[in-house]
């Protein structure tokens, strides 16, 4: 069976996959099919766990590929908590809201109020996929740790439940401070820029 965690990010969704490692009958991973498109991007492994935001853009063919044969987990945070860590990720290579932002409200300011809108469309989105699914439990970051063995228990894992909770304890994927932030954005638009620059010459070279 496969297992999706979906949510809007910023929730503990990479904690949560860290914790499903210890697991024995389940791999567990977080956005390991970024980048690919078609067929390939929804192709899981069986007996897999996969935490990705993004799925939740994409659930209308989550739902024709793997439909009530899949267990789903509605990972979410308090509303302001979670908006007020994406409204830090404005510079840097976390795009997902200046993205929302720009590309689908298209809008040209960068507030804690499109975090908070993005926060209410990706949760809607996810509610209303889940509204006809058989399989599916809803998860409160602020109340992980409790839930988390019930998780366990619904999926029959097998493995070490108690080192899997010791996971939860930690903060992976932390927000940053706002000057790594910039620092890492501008990096990534020099690596962007670099990777342009040399494509540029080995097509010149080719013709």
């Not at 009530?68 to 945070?77: E, K, P």
Request: charged share 30%.
């Amino acid at each position: 069976m496969n297992i999706f965690v979906l949510s809007t990010g910023r929730c503990g969704s990479k904690t949560f996959c860290q914790a499903c490692t210890h697991m024995t009958n389940y791999t567990s991973g977080h956005e390991i099919n970024n980048g690919l498109i078609g067929n390939e991007r929804l192709k899981y492994s069986e007996n897999h766990i996969e935490s990705d935001n993004r799925l939740s853009w994409m659930l209308g063919r989550l739902d024709k590929v793997y439909g009530n044969d899949a267990f789903y987990v509605h990972l979410i945070r308090e509303k302001k908590a979670t908006a007020e860590s994406f409204n830090q990720r404005w510079m840097g290579n976390f795009l997902i809201i200046k993205s929302y932002s720009e590309g689908i409200l298209n809008r040209k300011t960068q507030s804690i109020k499109e975090c908070l809108d993005y926060y209410d469309t990706v949760n809607s989105n996810i509610s209303l996929f889940l509204k006809d699914k058989e399989n599916k439990m809803t998860i409160r970051l602020e109340e992980i740790e409790e839930k988390f063995p019930e998780f366990w228990n619904k999926i029959n894992a097998r493995g070490d439940l108690e080192s899997a909770l010791e996971e939860l304890k930690i903060k992976h994927n932390k927000t940053k401070s706002s000057i790594n932030s910039y620092i890492e954005y501008y990096l990534w638009r020099l690596k962007e820029q670099l990777a342009n620059i040399k494509s540029h010459f080995v097509d010149r070279s080719e013709k």
